[in-house]
């Protein structure tokens, strides 16, 4: 069985999407769509730059699901792929979660598109530029993470943002707190702990403004059932029922993003083949690390376009 993954934050790059639009009138009409639902030509951003700009998170966020669901409408359109016919589940990574509800039918583009520009603006403006951080523990394995962000914290917020699997675990907080956790970290021979250089520190509790801005930008559209289940974030389950589905992501701004368990849970239900849909290879190193006995490949590219198996 197979199961589509979508990336998040990270994973752009200047020229996403470009060699999809110009080879196919599919990908061209995503980005057209998406364009026209910001009113803003994110698009050629995209494409041409500068990369200071593309990263914004309000930029960044809609962005990278642009280039996912370009490749999807390609893979619709030249490899005949049916979502409900050919493909068991879906997930994304934070962002990527919005990007899989758009693939699998939950939200228009257009209304995808402008939840993460909410999502994104809202995140940036939660917390005080510098006020929080973000660090990485390479290495280390969640339980001990929990540990050295309780510790650290002294009072403050230090909270596992991503457990990412394979030894990666992102924390999230006020920026004393998580500066403490990579001291903390270092001294107790974690392989890595390093500063992250990110605008705001996501998926923690800092985030609460952010959480209430998605709250009520998700009141306010429609959510079909998807055509498939979603492993939601928060959750590192499968959901479908709308009403949930808008819970778990009001939900995932301040929680962790549980990506190691999703991608084993989803291993454990038997699925042997996930395909990476949009920018970049994060996530599919990630699968291949969690779930070995697994392939995990990305799709961005025309090339990956012509290989990709359809049953």
Not at 130 to 159: F, K, N, Q, S, W
């Amino acid at each position: 069985m197979r199961a589509l993954i979508f990336p998040g934050q990270g994973s752009q790059a200047v020229g996403m999407g470009k060699a999809l639009a110009d080879a196919f009138p599919q990908a061209r009409a995503v980005f057209a769509e998406v364009d026209a639902a910001l009113d803003q030509p994110l698009s050629r951003l995209m494409f041409e730059g500068p990369i200071a700009d593309l990263t914004l998170t309000a930029n960044a966020q809609p962005a990278l699901m642009a280039a996912s669901l370009a490749v999807l409408r390609v893979l619709e359109a030249e490899r005949g792929l049916d979502l409900a016919r050919n493909v068991a589940c879906v997930a994304g990574h934070s962002l990527g979660e919005y990007s899989a509800l758009a693939a699998a039918g939950s939200l228009s583009v257009a209304d995808t598109a402008r939840l993460l520009r909410v999502r994104g603006a809202a995140m940036q403006a939660a917390v005080a530029p510098g006020d929080g951080a973000m660090a990485a523990l390479i290495g280390a394995e969640v339980e001990a993470a929990r540990a050295i962000a309780a510790e650290a914290a002294e009072g403050a917020v230090c909270e596992i943002a991503n457990d990412n699997g394979a030894g990666q675990v992102v924390l999230s907080g006020d920026r004393a707190a998580v500066e403490r956790a990579v001291a903390l970290a270092q001294a107790r021979g974690i392989r890595r702990a390093v500063m992250l250089n990110v605008s705001a520190p996501f998926h923690c509790r800092l985030m609460r403004p952010a959480a209430d801005a998605m709250r009520a930008a998700l009141a306010a559209v429609a959510l079909a059932a998807p055509v498939v289940p979603i492993y939601a974030n928060v959750l590192a389950a499968p959901v479908t029922d709308p009403e949930a589905i808008r819970r778990h992501l009001v939900a995932q701004v301040t929680g962790t993003v549980r990506w190691r368990e999703s991608v084993a849970a989803m291993a454990a239900a038997g699925i042997d083949a996930f395909f990476e849909v949009g920018a970049g290879k994060v996530l599919s190193g990630l699968v291949r690390r969690i779930a070995p006995g697994a392939a995990a490949t990305p799709v961005g590219t025309p090339g990956d376009v012509a290989a990709f198996p359809v049953l």
